[in-house]
């Protein structure tokens, strides 16, 4: 696991390093309780008008990828055959409002996600989507911003720009969704060791919670 670890920071270092780091700052509040299948939003007691907020890193230089709970990355891709469009990027959650999962969460399995890395600019018959994205594969937030014009990418939205977020999380046999209006309030320049050191962070955190889960479920 530690040499699967570190191939890991070594093969994406050199992307994060050639980029440029931003900071995506959001704010905003709960538009609608969608579905509480796993209960966690009544739990939480999550309402409608509730404030959230959330931060992403992003860099548009670097790949977008899913680490996986054995370890393994999967590059963000569409499928060979997809009449979908799109331009993966690195993006990582640095703050955010997230709903907890409950009872150990769903997707547990060795090649179920285990942390989002990616952010996209996607296309299709129906029109175009700039999309941020980021947590676990238990509790996670994106927020997007559809549009027929490619005024939708990530590229092109600016402080003040409006886009709609989504706050997932599951328990052990369902999920709970609850919708946002959010308004991006700031981009902030990451000096680029930052996106590197982020990476690497965010890959010994998932190491150390990796271990002691197995050791966890090792105990009689």
Not at 135 to 162: A, H, I, M, P, R
Request: aromatic share 14%; glycine share 10%.
């Amino acid at each position: 696991m530690k040499i699967r670890i570190f191939c890991i920071a070594i093969f994406f270092l050199p992307w994060l390093c050639i980029g440029q780091g931003f900071l995506y700052s959001l704010s905003g509040s709960v538009s609608r309780l969608y579905y509480d299948g796993g209960g966690i939003l009544a739990a939480q007691n999550v309402t409608v008008g509730e404030p959230t907020s959330v931060s992403f890193i992003v860099d548009f230089g670097a790949p977008g990828y899913y680490l996986l709970n054995d370890g393994t990355v999967q590059v963000a891709a569409d499928p060979p055959t997809s009449s979908i469009f799109s331009e993966y990027f690195y993006c990582a959650l640095a703050s955010g409002t997230l709903l907890p999962d409950a009872n150990g969460g769903f997707n547990n399995r060795p090649q179920d996600v285990a942390e989002y890395f990616t952010g996209w600019n996607r296309s299709d018959s129906t029109g175009n989507e700039g999309l941020l994205w980021g947590g676990s594969g238990n509790s996670y937030f994106s927020v997007y911003k559809d549009s027929n014009l490619q005024d939708c990418f990530v590229q092109n939205w600016q402080v003040g720009t409006e886009v709609q977020g989504s706050i997932i999380a599951f328990s052990d046999s369902d999920w709970s969704i609850a919708w946002t209006d959010m308004t991006l309030e700031s981009i902030t320049i990451v000096p680029e060791p930052s996106t590197s050191l982020l990476l690497m962070i965010c890959i010994g955190t998932w190491h150390i919670w990796s271990r002691r889960k197995a050791s966890i479920a090792e105990e009689p």
